[in-house]
């Protein structure tokens, strides 16, 4: 069985682009996560979809950032602009049922952001 | 609000000797705990939960860990360390968002250094 996958894998942009990145969840998962660590820091909560509605986005940092998940299925998180505090690793996770009942969120390999 | 301390950035340990990786929790009602690993330019793998029942949790590649409520502490352990254990670990904690939903919380890792 497929993992979290993610897409790419590392991107270097200039402050001001744009950048899209993209994950697929495991098969079934109708829970779909997204986190950032920053360097040194903890690894913070940005936003949970169930299936094609986001539940929680109380983690995102600004309105430059912008997640969707299409159909239920893949999702998409776009930083526009980009600006240099957004460097870091951003995990995609997904789980069959929720962290309330004590379900395990598998997480992918993540998306490694350098905004220079 | 809830959190996680884990009180050494870097452990050190000679291959064959036990390990333990530190981890104290604040959060209010029952204390639903993860670990985590990051190999060397890999994702996040989950190596074991807490979420009720008997206080040692077994897990993935020879992990172990003591749930203790009473120091609320969740140290990750085995008993003997090999260097391919190098890696980052993460201590999890199921608390609230901003929004009020439960998602995880997590320690800033300790630095796992298994010495041939």
């Known amino acids: 069985e497929a993992g979290v996958t993610q897409f790419p894998s590392h991107s270097v942009i200039e402050k001001g682009q744009t950048v899209t990145l993209r994950c697929d969840p495991i098969s079934g998962h109708d829970n779909l996560y997204w986190y950032r660590r920053v360097m040194g820091k903890e690894i913070k909560f940005l936003l949970h979809?169930?299936?094609?509605?986001?539940?929680?986005e109380s983690g995102m940092p600004n309105n430059r950032f912008l997640a969707e998940r299409t159909g239920g299925t893949y999702s998409t998180l776009k930083v526009q602009p980009a600006e240099l505090e957004d460097s870091g690793v951003y995990f995609c996770a997904s789980s069959v049922g929720q962290v309330f009942s004590g379900n395990t969120i598998y997480f992918g390999e993540g998306s490694w952001l350098t905004v220079v | 609000a809830q959190s996680v301390a884990q009180p050494e950035d870097q452990v050190n340990v000679a291959e064959g000797n036990p390990l333990t990786v530190k981890c104290t929790y604040s959060?209010?009602?029952?204390?639903?705990l993860f670990w985590y690993v990051q190999y060397p330019n890999r994702g996040l793998q989950f190596l074991l939960k807490y979420i009720t029942g008997d206080n040692l949790v077994k897990g993935s590649y020879g992990f172990e860990a003591e749930f203790n409520k009473s120091q609320t502490s969740f140290h990750l352990k085995k008993p003997s360390a090999l260097v391919s254990d190098s890696a980052l670990y993460f201590c999890?904690?199921?608390?609230?968002?901003?929004?009020?939903?439960?998602?995880?919380?997590f320690g800033k890792g300790t630095k796992l250094s298994v010495i041939p």
């Open positions: 979809f169930v299936k094609e509605s986001k539940q929680d």
């Open positions: 959060v209010s009602g029952n204390p639903y």
């Open positions: 999890a904690v199921r608390g609230r968002s901003g929004a009020g939903s439960y998602q995880l919380t």
